[in-house]
Structure formats: structure tokens, C-alpha cells
């Protein structure tokens, strides 16, 4: 049975005092962009310490949005906010890890 996937789908959840998760499922392209930096922009209006970006439900990522990952990342790291992508299977992390995004992986 071939089962095809859906773009991108986010949820936020806190952890705890500071730290939210954004859980990604799906496929994340260049089209996908402005829903995640829109989830991105929404988290840090709270001021958390903390954002990590659980990618374990992300199946794969283009490179223009590895891009923009990193480049949002970079952004809310200097407004105080730290990024981190946590439980990136290995395809992600080779993505995000070209796209300059490897001091994030976790």
C-alpha cells in the first residue's frame, strides 16, 4: 500500500518554564517555510529560553528549507531564544548539516 505524505504539519508544546518544543511531521520544502518561521515567530513572542525542533516525525527536508531552518534559527539565537533540532533521523541531519545547520543537531 503506498501511502503518501502530507506537507508540513507543527505542534507546540512547553516542556517546561523556557523550554517549547515545535514537533514536525510530515515533508518540509520550500513551500513549507513560512508555516514553520510563522510557528518560530509564535514561540518566541513568549521569550523562551528554549526552542527545540523535534524533527523524529519529519520524513525528509529540501535543501532550501534546511536553508531556512537554519537561517530562522540563527535569528532567534540572537534575540536570546537558543534552537536546538532534536531526534533528526539520519537523511534530516546530513540535510541540515549541509545547509550549515549542524551546530544545532542534538
Known amino acids: 500500500m503506498e501511502r503518501t505524505v502530507a506537507s508540513l504539519s507543527i505542534t507546540t508544546t512547553t516542556l517546561s518554564a523556557g523550554i517549547v518544543?515545535?514537533?514536525m511531521r510530515?515533508?518540509?520544502r520550500r513551500g513549507d517555510i513560512d508555516t514553520f518561521r510563522d510557528a518560530l515567530t509564535r514561540v518566541q513572542r513568549t521569550?523562551?529560553?528554549e526552542v527545540q525542533l523535534d524533527f523524529?516525525?519529519?520524513v525528509d527536508v529540501d535543501a532550501g528549507?534546511?536553508?531556512a531552518v537554519t537561517a530562522a534559527a540563527l535569528e532567534a539565537q540572537r534575540t536570546g531564544t537558543a534552537v536546538t533540532v532534536v531526534r533528526a533521523s539520519e537523511a534530516v541531519r546530513r540535510g541540515m548539516t549541509v545547509a550549515g545547520g549542524a551546530d544545532m543537531l542534538r
Open 21 to 23: 518544543v515545535l514537533l
Open 26 to 28: 510530515g515533508t518540509m
Open 47 to 49: 521569550r523562551p529560553r
Open 56 to 58: 523524529s516525525g519529519l
Open 65 to 67: 528549507a534546511a536553508a
